[in-house]
T-cell receptor
Framework: DAKTTQPTSMDCAEGRAANLPCNHS???????VYWYRQIHSQGPQYIIH???NNETNEMASLIITEDRKSSTLILPHATLRDTAVYYC??????????????FGQGTELSVKP | DGGITQSPKYLFRKEGQNVTLSCEQN?????MYWYRQDPGQGLRLIYY???????QKGDIAEGYSVSREKKESFPLTVTSAQKNPTAFYLC??????????????FGSGTRLTVV
């Protein structure tokens, strides 16, 4: 199973872009990269996912390197409400019906005024 | 509104007692999952179910049991065999199939404390 490595914590100034890195050097060709975030004492919230191409939605952008060994989640204009733990996850396939998500320790992002 | 509901939000249990945590979803999702989270830690998978009447052990299934009699419901029982049950428990669901992104929807969690 592919594992991910993320920094334990990061700070970001309010209004600036937050760039959260993730290494997944053992990722397989058919495994997706997912990002979730968890605000204290709540359930994790889906942010974005991707396979090879860069992806963007209303919450964030996901940049995946060409060799797929690492990725970066970008929050373009961080707000105080973006303070949370961010999890980078590689989806593990289970049979033909899709995968279970294995969570690591995540990155604790603190957005400061 | 569709969603996934966990109840209760807080639960206290005496040592030696079994307790059941509820998880209900009205999203028509095929798959459901139970995770455990300890303070300052990531989520660890306890059990998961891809279809009704079938479920699989996750990484830390010892001391837990589940059932999946209905698509909408996936209750988790924490038995007296679980040595350290105090934790935050999260339930999730997802659709399956070739066209899904397998993204999970999580409930708001149940915080279990053994007293």
């Amino acid at each position: 199973d592919a594992k991910t490595t993320q920094p334990t914590s990061m700070d970001c100034a309010e209004g600036r872009a937050a760039n959260l890195p993730c290494n997944h050097s053992t990722i397989s060709g058919n495994e997706y990269v997912y990002w979730y975030r968890q605000i204290h004492s709540q359930g994790p919230q889906y942010i974005i996912h991707g396979l090879k191409n860069n992806e963007t939605n209303e919450m964030a952008s996901l940049i995946i390197t060409e060799d797929r060994k690492s990725s970066t989640l970008i929050l373009p204009h961080a707000t105080l409400r973006d303070t949370a733990v961010y999890y980078c996850i590689v989806r593990v396939a289970v049979g033909n019906q899709g995968g279970k998500l294995i969570f690591g320790q995540g990155t604790e992002l603190s957005v400061k005024p | 509104d569709g969603g996934i509901t966990q109840s209760p939000k807080y639960l206290f249990r005496k040592e030696g007692q079994n307790v059941t945590l509820s998880c209900e979803q009205n999203l028509n999702h095929d798959a459901m999952y139970w995770y455990r989270q300890d303070p300052g830690q990531g989520l660890r998978l306890i059990y998961y179910s891809q279809i009704v009447n079938d479920f699989q052990k996750g990484d830390i299934a010892e001391g837990y049991s589940v059932s999946r009699e209905k698509k909408e419901s996936f209750p988790l029982t924490v038995t007296s065999a679980q040595k350290n049950p105090t934790a935050f428990y999260l339930c999730a669901s997802s659709i399956t199939g070739a066209r899904s992104n397998y993204g999970y929807t999580f409930g708001s969690g149940t915080r279990l404390t053994v007293v």
